[in-house]
C-alpha cells in the first residue's frame, strides 16, 4: 500500500476542480468532498444529451461554485484554474452509439478538448494532481480474461478511439512536461444521480427506469459478463488515486462484481421488489460494436492504495432504486 496521505485531512481547504461535475460520477465525488471540506469549483456544460443535473448537487449547493461551461472552451477554460490543487477530469461524451452517429462531437469533447485542457494544466497549474476517468472500452473485444492493464487495446467504436487518445494525451503530459496525472479505466459505474432516461451513460440505469415504472426491459445475450462498480466506491477510487504519488503517470482498472447479464436483470428485479425482463439477441447496430464478456483485474490499484469494493451489486442496486424511487421526476 502507498504512503499516500488521507482523504479525511488532505483535502480540507484545498482548491479542488472537477469538470463534468454536475454528472453522475462528478456530483457523487462533489458530494463527498464538501464532505472532507474541499473548496469546490464544479464545471459543466449541461447539455441536455449528456448526464449534468443541477438536482445532483441540491444538498451541497450553497457550499460549492458552479459555472456552466464548456471544456470545448479553451480561453474560459484556463481562466478557471487558477489557485486548483486537484483536477478531477471526468466531462466526456459517454454514448457508444452517439460517437457512431456524430464522431465529430466525440473527438472534440474527448479527444481534442482533453489535450487544450491539460495544456493549460502546464501553464496554470503545473502543481495540480489531475485524475482522469479513462474506460475499460478502450480493450475493444478481450482477448483473455480477467482484463490486466497490459492487455491491447483494439477499441471497437469511435468512443473508444477518443477515450484512448485522452488517456494518451494525459499520461504524455505526465512524462514529458511532469503534469502529475492518473487515469483510470472505469467499468459500468452505477447508482444515484445515473443518467436513467436513456442508454446514453449505462444500460442499468434503462433497466432501473423500466422496473421503477412498471415495464419490462429488454436484456440482450443474457449469458454475457460484466463487472459493475457502485458510485461510491468509484469515488473512493479517484480520492485515492489524487493522494497516491506513485499513482503519478500510471493507469489503473477500476472493477466490482462480477455477474452474467441474467443474473443482473434477476437482481434488479429483486432488489425492487418486483418487475420482468425478457431475453433476446443484440440489434445488428448494436452488435457491431459490442465487446462480448468482460471483467478486469484491478490488482494493481489494490495492492497500490489499498482500495477494494464495498457495496455489493445486490445493495447498490436497492440504494439505486430507493433514490430513483425517491427523486424519478428529476431524472425524467
Known amino acids: 500500500m502507498s504512503d499516500a496521505a488521507e482523504p479525511a485531512t488532505a483535502f480540507a481547504g484545498a482548491r479542488v476542480v472537477i469538470t463534468g461535475g454536475l454528472g ?25 444529451d449528456y448526464g449534468g443535473n443541477l438536482f445532483n448537487v441540491a444538498p451541497i449547493r450553497d457550499r460549492v461554485s458552479i459555472e456552466i461551461a464548456d471544456i470545448r472552451d479553451v480561453r474560459g477554460m484556463r481562466a478557471l484554474l ?47 494532481r489531475v485524475v482522469y476517468a479513462s474506460t475499460r472500452q478502450i480493450y475493444g473485444r478481450p482477448h483473455y480474461l480477467p482484463v490486466d492493464e ?44 445515473m443518467r436513467i432516461k436513456d442508454a446514453r451513460q449505462t444500460f442499468v440505469g434503462v433497466w432501473l427506469r423500466a422496473v421503477l415504472e412498471g415495464r419490462r426491459f429488454e436484456v440482450w445475450n443474457g449469458t454475457q459478463l460484466r463487472d459493475l462498480t457502485y458510485v461510491d466506491d468509484a469515488v473512493e477510487a479517484f480520492l485515492l488515486a489524487a493522494l497516491a504519488p506513485a499513482a503519478e503517470g500510471a493507469v489503473f482498472n477500476i472493477g466490482g462484481d462480477c ?74
Open 82 to 128: 487558477g489557485g486548483c490543487r486537484y483536477l478531477f477530469n471526468l466531462a466526456a461524451q459517454t454514448s457508444h452509439m452517439d460517437s457512431m452517429t456524430d464522431p465529430e462531437t466525440d473527438l472534440a469533447i474527448n479527444c481534442r478538448a482533453q489535450l487544450t485542457l491539460l495544456e493549460a494544466c502546464r501553464d496554470i497549474c503545473p502543481e495540480a
Open 259 to 332: 455477474l452474467r447479464l441474467a443474473a443482473l436483470a434477476d437482481a434488479v428485479v429483486a432488489a425492487n421488489g418486483g418487475g420482468g425482463f425478457e431475453t433476446r439477441d443484440f440489434p445488428a447496430e448494436r452488435k457491431r460494436i459490442d465487446i462480448g464478456d468482460y471483467y478486469a483485474d484491478d490488482t494493481g490499484f489494490r495492492e497500490l492504495t489499498g482500495w477494494r469494493p464495498r457495496v455489493a451489486a445486490a445493495e447498490g442496486l436497492r440504494r439505486s432504486l430507493d433514490y430513483f424511487r425517491t427523486h424519478l421526476a428529476e431524472y425524467l
Open 24 to 48: 453522475f460520477i462528478g456530483s457523487t465525488l462533489a458530494l463527498r468532498l464538501a464532505e472532507l471540506g474541499a473548496d469546490l469549483l464544479l464545471i459543466d456544460n449541461l447539455c441536455p
Open 150 to 193: 497490459k492487455h491491447p487495446l483494439h477499441p471497437v467504436d469511435v468512443n473508444g478511439v477518443n477515450k484512448m487518445a485522452g488517456e494518451a494525451y494525459h499520461i504524455l503530459f505526465h512524462d514529458v512536461y511532469g503534469v502529475r496525472a492518473t487515469a483510470l479505466r472505469l467499468t459500468n459505474t452505477y447508482g444515484p444521480r
